[in-house]
Structures are given as C-alpha cells and as structure tokens.
C-alpha cells in the first residue's frame, strides 16, 4: 500500500493506522475482533469513515482539512478497504 502523504507527520500517521487496523490494535477493534465502535475516539473514527467510505467525493475535504492528522486516518481507512477489496478480487 503506497502512503499518499508528502508531509513527514502525515505519513506517519497514516502509517500508523494501517498499523493499527493490521495488528486488530484495541482502539480499532473489541477484545472479541469486532470493529469497534467510533464513540469517544475521534481518529478511529475518521479510519472507520474512511473504511466505509462515507465521504466518497475527496473534493469534500478542503485545503485546511486535508492537513488535519484526522484526514491521514481518514485515507488510512480508505487504503485499508481498497487493499481488501483488490485481495478479495484477486481470490
């Protein structure tokens, strides 16, 4: 999965939310494997936003918010679905 980020903090955060979703880390997923639910975790729940791919349109984001570190879970989400979906077509 390539990073989309230029920006030294952006890409780590994205890296680090692929990370997160990968290891099944406690802030993304209950003790049992379920998703977790995005109340009280703002980046989780962004990743989960992007997963589902609630905001389809990327021209949604502005300049401004396409700095938050909100957005790099946001994409990290969307790269993680995309990536299952290109491993579930390659089955």
Same mark, same amino acid.
């Given at each position: 999965?390539?990073? %989309?980020? &230029?920006?030294?903090?952006? &890409?780590r955060h994205f890296d680090a939310a692929v990370q997160m979703y990968r290891s099944k880390h406690r $802030?993304?997923?209950? %003790?049992q494997g379920v998703r977790r639910s995005p109340a009280?975790?703002?980046f989780a729940s962004y990743f989960w936003r992007g997963y589902d791919d609630l905001f389809i349109d990327y021209n949604?984001? $502005? &300049?401004?918010? &396409?700095r938050m570190l909100a957005y790099a879970f946001y994409r990290a989400g969307n790269a993680c679905r995309l990536e299952r979906l290109a491993g579930a077509a390659r089955s």
């Amino acid at each position: 999965m390539t990073n %989309p980020f &230029r920006h030294k903090i952006m &890409r780590r955060h994205f890296d680090a939310a692929v990370q997160m979703y990968r290891s099944k880390h406690r $802030d993304m997923f209950t %003790p049992q494997g379920v998703r977790r639910s995005p109340a009280g975790n703002s980046f989780a729940s962004y990743f989960w936003r992007g997963y589902d791919d609630l905001f389809i349109d990327y021209n949604k984001w $502005d &300049r401004a918010s &396409r700095r938050m570190l909100a957005y790099a879970f946001y994409r990290a989400g969307n790269a993680c679905r995309l990536e299952r979906l290109a491993g579930a077509a390659r089955s």
